[in-house]
């Protein structure tokens, strides 16, 4: 599976949009990129994903680059429960969901 | 939407005995379920593949006569910590793989004594 790459942390005020930057450039063309999220001793929460097409949806919008090698996860209008580790992650599509999770980016949402 | 369900919460126990923890899909039927564990500030790392009516497969390192899996039906898979230590306490989070995307428990937290 194709590697990525995220900022390790981020912070972001409340209120504000939080875009959160993802390096795919190894990604083929039948992988799926997936973004979770994991606040503080809970399992991943399903934001958004996507092949090659911006999608939107009442989370998040999920922006890919052209070349398909980046891509960004925007929360429009972040609030402290948005504060969580959020994890960009590149699926095949023949995976059947078997997800590795890198380090992903801590936000901090501050009021 | 899908639901996973994962059971208990947290658990406490003694070192030497064995610990059970249920991941159920509660609305939809799952061929495949994961097993992940996370230790303290770390991602998640992948334990094993659960599939139903068969055996699992695992992950290079896990051993696989310590962390029993079973998937009898479409809708339940347990993880079974045998003989556990206190190097075993972690966070165990299951998924399930739905329509479109995986879904994943609430996670279960093990400290061993």
């Known amino acids: 599976d194709a590697k990525t790459t995220q900022p390790t942390s981020m912070d972001c005020a409340e209120g504000r949009a939080a875009n959160l930057p993802c390096n795919h450039s190894?990604?083929?063309?039948?992988?799926?990129v997936y973004w979770y999220r994991q606040i503080h001793s809970q399992g991943p929460q399903y934001i958004i994903h996507?092949?090659?097409n911006n999608e939107t949806n009442e989370m998040a919008s999920l922006i890919i680059t052209e070349d398909r090698k980046s891509s960004t996860l925007i929360l429009p209008h972040a609030t402290l429960r948005d504060t969580a580790v959020y994890y960009c992650?590149?699926?095949?599509?023949?995976?059947?969901?078997?997800?590795?999770f890198g380090a992903g980016t801590t936000v901090t949402v501050r009021a | 939407g899908a639901v996973v369900s994962q059971h208990p919460s947290w658990v406490i126990c003694k070192s030497g005995t064995s610990v059970k923890i249920e991941c159920r899909s509660l609305?939809?039927?799952?061929?495949?379920m994961f097993w992940y564990r996370q230790f303290p500030k770390q991602s998640l790392m992948l334990m094993a593949t659960?599939?139903?009516?068969?055996?699992?497969?695992?992950e290079q390192g896990v051993e696989k006569d310590k962390f029993l899996i079973n998937h009898a039906s479409l809708t339940l898979s347990t993880l079974t910590v045998t003989s556990a230590h206190p190097e075993d306490s972690s966070f165990y989070i299951c998924?399930?793989?739905?329509?479109?995307?995986?879904?994943f428990g609430q996670g279960t937290r093990l400290t061993v004594v």
């Open positions: 998924s399930a793989s739905g329509r479109l995307r995986a879904f």
């Open positions: 190894t990604i083929s063309g039948n992988e799926y």
């Open positions: 996507g092949l090659k």
């Open positions: 992650i590149v699926r095949p599509r023949s995976n059947d969901y078997k997800l590795s």
């Open positions: 609305d939809f039927q799952a061929t495949t």
């Open positions: 659960s599939n139903e009516g068969s055996k699992a497969t695992y």
